[in-house]
């Protein structure tokens, strides 16, 4: 048995990432970016009008002033227009400032007449003005290489008049639930069977990284069923296997591994829950050996399987968003392997919820976080540790 920090460096190690991609813009959500972005627009990219009001001369406005209406400048083309003092143009927001104007009042604060307005407020150079590069200047860093695409982005990027981005590979993945005990869904259950839920999970767990499962199959505990199976599954950059690792005589998915000629790279880390995860690897496709519990094949997962998936999609951050809280409870790690405990975030604080067993998925389904206990370490309640957040 290794340690997770070990098995976590072992499994990176094997890893390179996929090479890049140009994709539309519109279809890089959740992927990383395969290169530095700067930007080649300032933002704004001209001075323009922040509200509805009046272009004006700063110095030539007072409260109770009056200024006669030039013209007229929406959003859109610039009219070119030009303000003197004692002059205001018409303006709405998002238009080009004319020339000559260094402020803007909004329109509630005057009243029109005819062709003028009057001033119920003072006036300041600046005002409900946006300058041209005050929020982005030009050959600002946008995104750095590794870093994920975001809705936010997208919109940042698409401000910049970007069409398409590179972005890193996306990982082709396999899911294959084993057990004699398995139903899958849409079939009746019978005595002693239970429905795999494992090939949801997981697959689920796959598209949140933006990697979908290509083929998912639930196989028997047999030797035959597990290595044609197998045999479909590495066809796939990504192999995850779930139940069938641990050391029971229906536990045959080293053997059948062994039987392909795979090598095992891992098997058994210190964790809990998930202490049989195994990976290795068949040719070029890598495989991950899950614990059949759902809360294992969970913890395993996000400990082991996210990080490698994120390294070839060429992410540079590889962990779990991490939050700090407060501590509900007093919690003590009696056992003998770092002990992940399912809680639930909420304002701040941490709470446990539901069983802290491996088969316990009810309260894993009303968890948002994860608590990693070291080795003997002993917590207090109100103390503030750090989570992580598994519903990034
Ligand atoms: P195993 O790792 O195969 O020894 O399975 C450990 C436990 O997980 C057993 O109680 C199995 O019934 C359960 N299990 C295995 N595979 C699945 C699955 N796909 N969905 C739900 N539970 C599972
Ligand atoms: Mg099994």
Redesign the pocket.
């Known amino acids: 048995m290794i340690g997770e920090a070990e098995a976590r460096m072992r499994i990176l190690k094997k890893i390179t990432p996929l090479p890049e991609r140009t994709v539309p813009l519109s279809t890089a959500l959740g992927c990383f970016s395969a290169r530095n972005i700067t930007a080649g627009l300032p933002l704004p990219a001209f001075d323009n009008s922040a509200m509805d009001g009046y272009a004006v001369v700063a110095s030539s406005c007072s409260k109770g002033g009056r200024l006669r209406v030039i013209g007229e400048q929406p959003a859109g083309p610039d009219r070119q227009l030009c303000v003197h003092h004692g002059e205001a143009v018409r303006i709405f927001t998002g238009a080009p400032l004319p020339k000559g104007a260094d402020a803007i009042v909004m329109q509630e604060d005057v009243t029109r007449e005819g062709n003028e307005i009057r001033l119920n407020v003072d006036v300041e150079a600046g005002d409900f003005v946006r300058r041209r590069g005050c929020d982005l200047a030009e050959d600002q860093k946008i995104l750095a290489k590794g870093e994920r695409f975001h809705a936010a982005t997208l919109a940042l990027l698409a401000s910049q008049g970007f069409v398409e981005v590179s972005i890193g590979g996306e990982p082709t993945a396999g899911v294959i639930?084993?057990?004699d005990?398995?139903v899958d869904l849409g079939e009746k259950i019978g005595p002693g069977q239970?429905?795999?839920?494992?090939?949801v999970?997981l697959n689920a767990l796959l598209q949140r990284c933006c990697a979908g499962a290509k083929l998912v199959e639930?196989c028997r505990?047999d030797r035959e069923s597990l290595t044609g199976a197998i045999k479909r599954g590495i066809k796939n950059q990504v192999l995850i296997i779930?139940?069938?690792?641990?050391v029971?005589e229906?536990?045959l998915v080293k053997e059948a591994l062994r039987e392909l000629g795979g090598e095992i790279e891992i098997w058994r880390v210190s964790i809990k829950p998930g202490k049989?995860f195994l990976f290795g690897k068949i040719d070029e496709c890598l495989i991950f050996g899950l614990?059949?519990?759902?809360v294992?094949?969970f913890v395993t997962f996000l400990q082991f399987v996210r990080p490698a998936i994120l390294k070839m999609m060429g992410a540079t951050n590889l962990d779990l968003p991490q939050l700090p809280a407060k501590l509900a409870v007093d919690l003590t790690n009696e056992g003998d392997r770092a002990h992940y405990i399912r809680g639930k975030l909420e304002q701040g604080t941490f709470t446990p919820v539901g069983r802290q067993e491996?088969?316990a998925l009810f309260g894993l389904s009303r968890s948002n976080a994860l608590l990693r206990l070291d080795l003997g370490q002993s917590l207090k309640a109100d103390e503030i540790v750090d989570v992580e957040i598994w519903n990034w």
């Open positions: 639930s084993t057990g005990e398995l239970i429905y795999d839920s494992n090939s999970l639930h505990d779930s139940g069938g690792v641990s029971g229906h536990d049989p614990p059949g519990n759902p294992s094949a491996s088969h």
